[in-house]
């Protein structure tokens, strides 16, 4: 009797020894691992005149005797075109502001010794004198459609006489845009 006495719990204090071992040995057989996830939010873009942000309209060389009278405009002779390409997004959204305006609509010449005098410009999206003039106040929104990765925003320059006289000399100017993309 004393043998089974013996034998008993040790047989028992083997079992569970066992099973702490078994249970040790699947908690230490593991494999540990991370997983990372990448990616970005991007805004859609474009390129503007292939990389030529900043450029020259040149309006051309016109007689005196072109503006009679008050209120009378005469088209540039080259138009402004802004082209978009390698567009991500869907829609282009221009805005034009000049920070030396006559009114919402005409942008005022460089006043210098040799500049003329009496004129403004203004800028239509058609070369037809009778459209209005756009506004470049920085607040109108010009939309387009982006498609094919492409858009592509033309305005016509137009002189317009804000004075009963005009003076001979160099004309000048400049209008900032902001394109902003969706």
Same mark, same amino acid.
Not at 25 to 42: A, C, E, N, P
Not at 117 to 136: H, W
Not at 163 to 175: C, M, P, T
């Given at each position: 009797?004393? =043998?089974?006495?013996? &034998?008993?719990? /040790?047989? +028992?204090?083997?079992?569970?020894?066992?099973? /702490?071992? *078994? #249970?040790?040995?699947?908690?230490?057989?593991?494999?540990?691992?991370?997983?990372?996830? =990448?990616?970005? &939010?991007? #805004?859609?873009?474009? &390129?503007?005149?292939?990389?030529?942000? %900043?450029?020259?309209?040149?309006?051309?060389?016109?007689?005196?005797?072109?503006?009679?009278?008050?209120?009378?405009?005469?088209?540039?002779?080259? *138009?402004?075109?802004?082209?978009?390409?390698?567009?991500?997004?869907?829609? *282009?959204?221009?805005?034009?502001?000049?920070?030396?305006? $006559? %009114?919402?609509?005409?942008?005022?010449? /460089?006043?210098?010794?040799?500049? !003329?005098?009496? =004129?403004?410009? @203004?800028?239509?999206?058609?070369?037809? *004198? !009778? /459209?209005?003039?756009?506004? +470049?106040? @920085?607040?109108?929104?010009?939309?387009?459609?982006?498609?094919?990765?492409?858009?592509?925003?033309?305005?016509?320059?137009?002189?317009?006489?804000? #004075?009963?006289?005009?003076?001979?000399?160099?004309?000048? !100017?400049? +209008?900032?845009?902001?394109?902003? $993309?969706?």
């Amino acid at each position: 009797m004393k =043998l089974k006495y013996a &034998v008993l719990p /040790a047989a +028992v204090a083997m079992l569970f020894s066992a099973a /702490a071992s *078994a #249970a040790d040995t699947v908690d230490t057989v593991h494999d540990q691992g991370r997983i990372y996830f =990448l990616g970005s &939010v991007k #805004a859609p873009t474009c &390129v503007v005149n292939d990389g030529q942000k %900043n450029f020259t309209v040149m309006l051309g060389d016109f007689e005196i005797s072109s503006f009679p009278q008050s209120d009378t405009q005469v088209r540039g002779n080259e *138009a402004v075109q802004i082209k978009l390409t390698e567009c991500t997004g869907q829609w *282009a959204n221009l805005r034009l502001e000049a920070t030396d305006r $006559y %009114n919402d609509s005409m942008i005022k010449f /460089a006043e210098t010794s040799n500049s !003329a005098k009496g =004129l403004a410009l @203004g800028l239509k999206s058609t070369d037809d *004198a !009778a /459209a209005p003039f756009i506004k +470049v106040d @920085g607040k109108e929104n010009n939309w387009q459609p982006i498609q094919a990765k492409t858009a592509t925003y033309k305005f016509y320059p137009f002189i317009y006489q804000i #004075a009963d006289i005009v003076e001979s000399g160099k004309l000048r !100017a400049q +209008v900032l845009y902001t394109i902003r $993309y969706s």
